[in-house]
């Protein structure tokens, strides 16, 4: 059965350092991937998403992730993180049939120090 | 170039009553998702619209149902409101021919007491 890790349920970060936040899934093919955030009280808006060819993908607000498939992995990465980052995050896989269903990790909440 | 919107916002209901959720896709988009999120969790995919008919469902009781107009807008039903229904629903719309492309609506918090 189709489904996404994410290990870390909580990361705090000070502003101005990296960020990495992991994502593993289980797929028998080459899925879509996707990175969603959320923020308290809304809806989720895309980072990123990869569907087939360059395995690093680049999204909105600086924000990228590499798809490695040796390792079923899809890792999301920033290189300096502002307080405006601070929200939850989501890995999706993207179900490659009709209504490709997305099927969501259980996110990651990410807390920015000062 | 408006959105996914949804109403309402928020809703409070008791156990066994019957609640009723819209949502309007964005402007050109023919299909429409739902999906529940629970406190602490990742949306979980309920079914989706197309054409008016169901395509697919998730793992969900025949309590939830749904309904997609011929404006593409859509309703999703719940009956028999059980506590643990309580949670963030949220609908996605996208075009046909790409569905892995989902646009979600800001969703309605549903809590059942």
């Known amino acids: 059965a189709q489904s996404v890790t994410q290990p870390d349920i909580h990361i705090t970060v000070s502003e101005g350092a990296s960020l990495e936040l992991r994502c593993n899934y289980s797929y028998g093919a080459t899925p879509y991937l996707f990175w969603y955030v959320q923020s308290p009280g809304q809806g989720l808006q895309l980072l990123l998403k990869y569907f087939s060819g360059d395995t690093l993908v680049q999204g909105i607000k600086g924000f990228e992730a590499e798809f490695k498939r040796s390792q079923s992995s899809f890792n999301l990465r920033k290189p300096s993180v502002h307080w405006s980052d601070a929200a939850e995050y989501f890995c999706?896989?993207?179900?490659?049939?009709?209504?490709?269903?997305?099927?969501f990790g259980t996110g990651t909440l990410l807390a920015v120090q000062p | 170039d408006a959105g996914v919107t949804q109403s309402p916002t928020h809703l409070i209901k008791t156990r066994g009553q019957q609640v009723t959720l819209r949502c309007s896709p964005k402007s050109g988009h023919d299909t429409v998702s739902w999906y529940q999120q629970a406190l602490g969790q990742g949306p979980q995919f309920i079914f989706q619209y197309y054409e008016e008919e169901e395509r697919q469902r998730g793992n969900f009781p025949d309590r939830f149902s749904g309904h997609q107009f011929p404006n593409y807008s859509s309703e999703l039903n719940v009956n028999a409101l059980l506590l643990g229904d309580s949670a963030l629903y949220l609908c996605?719309?996208?075009?046909?021919?790409?569905?892995?492309?989902?646009?979600f609506g800001p969703g309605t918090r549903l809590t059942v007491t």
């Open positions: 996605a719309s996208s075009l046909q021919g790409r569905t892995y492309e989902q646009y």
């Open positions: 999706a896989v993207g179900d490659r049939g009709a209504t490709n269903k997305l099927i």
